[in-house]
């Protein structure tokens, strides 16, 4: 039987190696662009996403939850969302943080008054998006807007410190 050269096994090693990275720098690559077109955020793969009018059902049988609001489109919420989805990984709030996506009603602020609709108590302090809500037995206990400044994973990070969540 002929023996095979260790070359053709370095060869073939290269080869395979190359093509893993090729595929995962595709897959990414992928993902970025469905995420700015709109179809998909990072957060969406690990937490809960929750609708604007199923948000009382789901809030209804939890005791505290951190809503993060926001939509689509952007390269600066690409930004965001994977910070959060660290923080949410490192903290373990899987199971306390929601994700509301708003892309469709952003353009006429309808999300707003779906919101005071649902929850009156929202009225006058959900402003703009994204947006952190806390709720503490379906009640709205704090809003962080981006309407000062942008929001950053360091907000969701406040909100958890601020009222033991997850401990």
Not at 5 to 28: D, R, S
Not at 75 to 104: M, P
């Amino acid at each position: 039987m002929k023996e095979i050269p260790k070359k053709k096994y370095l060869l073939l090693i290269i080869i395979l190696i190359v093509t893993v990275i090729l595929t995962a720098i595709f897959n990414n690559v992928i993902r970025n662009y469905n995420y700015i077109k709109g179809e998909q955020s990072p957060l969406e793969t690990y937490i809960s996403k929750v609708d604007i009018y199923e948000l009382n059902i789901a809030l209804s049988e939890l005791n505290e939850t951190i809503l993060y609001i926001s939509y689509n489109h952007d390269k600066n919420i690409l930004k965001l969302d994977r910070e959060l989805l660290k923080k949410i990984k490192i903290y373990n709030l899987e199971n306390y943080v929601y994700y509301c996506d708003v892309s469709d009603k952003l353009e006429s602020n309808k999300y707003i008054g779906d919101f005071i609709i649902n929850f009156p108590t929202i009225n006058g302090k959900l402003k703009k998006v994204p947006a952190l809500v806390y709720f503490k037995n379906g009640e709205v206990v704090e809003v962080i807007n981006s309407d000062n400044k942008f929001i950053d994973s360091e907000d969701l990070i406040y909100l958890v410190n601020k009222y033991n969540i997850g401990k």
